[in-house]
């Protein structure tokens, strides 16, 4: 039984994660920044945006959608950080 339920746990992680990272965007690349990465991530990144998103998912698309879940989980966090410089309002 516990078995079960750890492989009902995986397999709702993994349709989360694609349901969340791997889905398309309006954010077009070309209206954006430059942002460099390591060539390592930018490769690994690129199999996985091709192979798993079938195609349709772009590396931006993928990025723009890894930042907008890290800000909705850490921006309470990152607002109190923030807060303590003596910096303008995030």
Same mark, same amino acid.
């Given at each position: 039984?516990?078995?079960?339920?750890?492989? @009902?746990?995986?397999?709702?992680?993994?349709a989360?994660y694609?349901s @969340?990272?791997?889905?398309?965007?309006?954010?077009?690349?070309?209206?954006?920044?430059?942002?460099?990465?390591?060539k390592?991530?930018?490769?690994?990144?690129n199999?996985l945006?091709f192979?798993l998103?079938g195609?349709?998912?772009?590396l931006?698309d993928?990025l723009?959608?890894?930042?907008q879940h890290?800000?909705e989980d850490?921006?309470?966090?990152?607002?109190?950080l923030y807060?303590? @410089?003596d910096?303008?309002?995030?």
């Open positions: 039984m516990k078995n079960l339920k750890q492989k @009902t746990d995986k397999a709702l992680r993994t989360q694609k @969340t990272f791997l889905t398309t965007t309006e954010f077009m690349a070309r209206k954006g920044k430059t942002v460099y990465i390591s390592e991530f930018h490769q690994k990144l199999l945006v192979m998103g195609g349709k998912v772009t931006a993928y723009q959608n890894l930042l890290h800000f850490f921006g309470a966090e990152m607002k109190e807060g303590k @410089t910096k303008p309002n995030f």
